[in-house]
């Protein structure tokens, strides 16, 4: 993990780009110590939920004492029952620092009563449907009720504070090559230069517009940041899944000279092996482990036809076939079947030998997603893999919970 933060706060160095990392894969001050670096003074971040916020405000105070500028994206357009909890963290932390996206005119009103309770205009994004359809505007609808117009007019009056046009499209998870992650941000970017240039009679030239898109910046050559329908334009990344990686963003092989699942993957989950079945029980020789859905999630990756990669040092570290893996090939709510699998096809014709593992075991499993697998734990056990990755070296809260509690 510390190796995948350095080698991103080198890219985005390197590129001249400003960088905003997402935080909602792991959800830890540790973690997020590592994605922000040293050298930076700016740390920006986005999170997923307001309890993230709050869990992280601590580690935020302490990068403002030391003189870094902070600012949190709260990353999803802005509903009203957050606006309070939200006003209150900028409160504390002070003005500037956190920022919202809004797609629907009613969030504006929202972001003006943050302003009224945080004394501060909070950053706003714009945010674009470059595709996924996930949330957001297309480029030819983001002045659906006047709500660009509307946005400026309250940027003038400073009530809010508008930044630009963010976009993430998840499309990316798909990729099985660098340039089709590539051709994947191209479409980020040209959304939403597309719907700065539809609009472009409604902004400020005055104003520089930051353009924010989701992606590795291991995968960019080059990157130019200059001005775009009249328009000074800056360049911003965000990334999270990164930090950690997982199988399905392996898959994507969105950056050259990766190694193997066990050297890249810094997230894992040990399950014990509870029984064995290779004496013809069933079609083929499985295995059955003691852990399931409610701790690998069930999150598919278009590259294989399984929920989690066995680590070869469980079994055989010397197999010839790379692709030849111990796989989970089915889950259920506490438990999974572990049998062989390929991870490049769908095919195995040594799906009939033996399942190498013995009762009482424990395995190291590499989940599909990152974020929903972590999610399920309250902190994680950290080990040093630059020692024998075995002995745990520290542990690492995590900020679980949801916006609110759970009506029973």
Same mark, same amino acid.
């Given at each position: 993990m510390h190796r995948h933060c350095k080698s991103l706060l080198d890219a985005v160095e390197y590129l001249g780009v400003d960088f905003r990392a997402h935080v909602k894969t792991h959800k830890t001050l540790e973690g997020v110590r590592l994605q922000a670096g040293e050298g930076n003074k700016d740390v920006r971040l986005v999170a997923s939920t307001v309890a993230e916020i709050e869990f992280l405000q601590p580690l935020l105070h302490e990068f403002m004492e030391s003189g870094r500028q902070v600012n949190v994206l709260y990353g999803i357009p802005l509903p009203p029952s957050q606006v309070d909890r939200l006003a209150a963290i900028g409160r504390r932390l002070g003005q500037g620092t956190i920022s919202v996206m809004i797609?629907?005119?009613?969030? *504006?009103?929202?972001? =003006?009563?943050?302003?009224?309770?945080?004394?501060?205009?909070?950053? =706003?994004?714009?945010?674009?449907?470059?595709?996924?359809? %996930?949330?957001?505007?297309?480029?030819?609808?983001? @002045?659906?009720?006047?709500?660009?117009? %509307?946005?400026? #007019?309250?940027? @003038?009056?400073?009530? /809010? #504070?508008? /930044?630009? *046009?963010?976009?993430?499209?998840?499309?990316?998870? @798909?990729?099985?090559?660098?340039k089709q992650a590539m051709a994947n941000l191209g479409g980020e970017l040209t959304g939403c230069l597309d719907a700065l240039e539809k609009n472009a009679h409604l902004f400020s030239s005055d104003k520089e517009i930051t353009i924010s898109v989701g992606a590795s910046p291991q995968t960019l050559h080059k990157v130019v940041t200059e001005r775009h329908c009249g328009f000074r334009t800056k360049l911003e990344l965000h990334a999270g899944v990164y930090s950690?990686?997982?199988?399905?963003?392996?898959?994507?092989?969105?950056?050259?000279?990766?190694?193997?699942?066990?050297?890249? /993957?810094? /997230?894992?989950?040990?399950?014990?092996?509870?029984?064995?079945? #290779?004496?013809?029980?069933r079609q083929q020789p499985e295995a059955l482990l003691a852990v399931g859905v409610l701790g690998l999630g069930r999150e598919p990756c278009a590259a294989y036809e399984g929920w989690g990669i066995i680590d070869r040092d469980a079994y055989s570290p010397d197999t010839p076939n790379l692709d030849r893996r111990l796989i989970v090939k089915r889950v259920s709510q506490e438990h999974c079947i572990v049998s062989w699998g390929l991870t490049k096809g769908h095919d195995d014709e040594n799906s009939q030998q033996p399942i190498p593992l013995e009762v009482g075991q424990t395995v190291r499993i590499y989940p599909n997603h990152a974020c929903i697998t972590g999610a399920l734990y309250g902190w994680y056990y950290v080990v040093d893999s630059s020692e024998d990755g075995h002995r745990v070296v520290d542990v690492w809260e995590r900020a679980n919970g949801w916006k609110m509690p759970i009506a029973m």
């Open positions: 797609d629907h005119v009613s969030q *504006l009103s929202h972001v =003006v009563r943050f302003a009224e309770q945080a004394s501060f205009p909070a950053g =706003v994004y714009l945010k674009v449907d470059t595709g996924y359809h %996930r949330a957001g505007l297309p480029p030819s609808g983001l @002045n659906k009720d006047d709500l660009v117009s %509307r946005l400026i #007019n309250l940027d @003038n009056e400073g009530k /809010i #504070n508008f /930044i630009g *046009l963010y976009s993430h499209s998840s499309l990316s998870y @798909n990729d099985s090559t660098a950690l990686l997982d199988v399905q963003q392996f898959s994507t092989h969105s950056r050259a000279h990766l190694g193997d699942y066990e050297d890249e /993957i810094a /997230i894992s989950v040990m399950a014990e092996v509870c029984s064995v079945y #290779n004496d013809g029980e």
